[in-house]
T-cell receptor, first 115, second 115 residues
Framework: DGGITQSPKYLFRKEGQNVTLSCEQN?????MYWYRQDPGQGLRLIYY???????QKGDIAEGYSVSREKKESFPLTVTSAQKNPTAFYLC??????????????FGEGSRLTVL | DQQVKQNSPSLSVQEGRISILNCDYT??????FLWYKKYPAEGPTFLISISSIKDKNEDGRFTVFLNKSAKHLSLHIVPSQPGDSAVYFC??????????????FGTGTQLKVEL
């Protein structure tokens, strides 16, 4: 089955620790995204990548880092510099360039809680 | 600055009746609009979309209406079913940039369909 796999589903972190959230897709999509969901704030874009070895900051990139070494993978690292990291993190992908639908396909999310 | 606004955080309707979810936007560059449905602890799933060259798009029980002059769109669900109970996000795009699609999301409306 094609889709997006995020892991872990739940993660607990102590303050001051970096954590990495995994996102893998087998949809052969060029573009991948990381969003964060907080109560009452909808989904906010953290980082996105349109092609391997390239990525751009979204609206709330401070305290986060990403890499895109493979088309299938777009891991997100939540660093200790992120002041309020407790949130639900969503990874998504889309067909790039030729797509006219604008549709993003989402993973099931990872809930990070900082203790 | 919230460019996509869903002013009703929640909506409750009876089974079989019409559900109307509203969305307003401020960025006149937005030319593609999407609705996503989200269940708790899951990723959003695409529901329906509309291009700015249209004013209506219908898919089964779901219809999206776009009023460009008012910068307003709405999602109609007829008839509403208990399984429609979820959070609905409105999203907008300023066009495919040749390599991906950044979506700006609203804050969501929690729909509850009661028996």
């Amino acid at each position: 089955d094609g889709g997006i796999t995020q892991s872990p589903k739940y993660l607990f972190r102590k303050e001051g620790q970096n954590v990495t959230l995994s996102c893998e897709q087998n949809l052969n999509h060029d573009a991948m995204y990381w969003y964060r969901q907080d109560p009452g704030q909808g989904l906010r874009l953290i980082y996105y990548s349109q092609i391997v070895n390239d990525f751009q900051k979204g609206d709330i990139a401070e305290g986060y880092s990403v890499s895109r070494e493979k088309k299938e993978s777009f891991p997100l690292t939540v660093t200790s510099a992120q002041k309020n990291p407790t949130a639900f993190y969503l990874c998504a992908s889309s067909v790039a360039g030729t797509s006219v639908t604008g549709e993003l396909f989402f993973g099931e999310g990872s809930r990070l809680t900082v203790l | 600055d919230q460019q996509v606004k869903q002013n009703s955080p929640s909506l409750s309707v009876q089974e079989g009746r019409i559900s109307i979810l509203n969305c307003d936007y401020t960025n006149s560059m937005f030319d593609y609009f999407l609705w996503y449905k989200k269940y708790p602890a899951e990723g959003p799933t695409f529901l329906i979309s509309i291009s700015s060259i249209k004013d209506k798009n219908e898919d089964g029980r779901f219809t999206v209406f776009l009023n460009k002059s008012a910068k307003h769109l709405s999602l109609h669900i007829v008839p509403s079913q208990p399984g429609d109970s979820a959070v609905y996000f409105c999203a907008a795009s300023a066009g495919i940039t040749g390599g991906g699609n950044k979506l700006t999301f609203g804050t969501g409306t929690q729909l509850k369909v009661e028996l």
